[in-house]
């Protein structure tokens, strides 16, 4: 069956880093785009960043220059890599695979704090 298991969350200060995993069995990876969402108590669930399957890269323009999203078709797996990281990132971190149909994981808590 499809998984998609998240994992690298945790509590950071700000300014500080993570990374981020999602890794991905039961489909065909590789063929898949795939999405990093978040979303925060009380807010709508928000796309942070996205990768197609040819490596084309998108982002929301809160993380622009501070989130890298990558992927690893060998190991099944993409990644989210956060630097200088504010408060207003703390939130759930969900992985999504997406082409006809939409698959995710049941996601990662971020807490950004001092």
């Known amino acids: 069956q499809v998984q998609l298991v998240e994992s690298g969350g945790g509590l950071v200060q700000p300014g500080g880093s993570l990374r981020l995993s999602c890794a991905a069995s039961?489909?065909?990876?590789?063929?898949?785009?795939m999405n990093w969402y978040r979303q925060a108590p009380g807010e709508q669930r928000e796309r942070v960043a996205g990768?197609?399957?040819?490596?084309?890269?998108n982002y929301v323009d809160s993380v622009k220059g501070r989130f890298t999203i990558s992927r690893d078709n060998a190991r099944n797996t993409v990644y989210l890599q956060m630097h200088r990281l504010k408060t207003e990132d703390t939130a759930m971190y969900y992985c999504?695979?997406?082409?006809?149909?939409?698959?995710w994981g049941q996601g990662t808590q971020v807490t950004v704090s001092s």
């Open positions: 999504n695979a997406r082409r006809i149909e939409s698959f």
């Open positions: 990768i197609f399957s040819d490596g084309t890269t």
């Open positions: 039961g489909f065909t990876f590789s063929i898949y785009a």
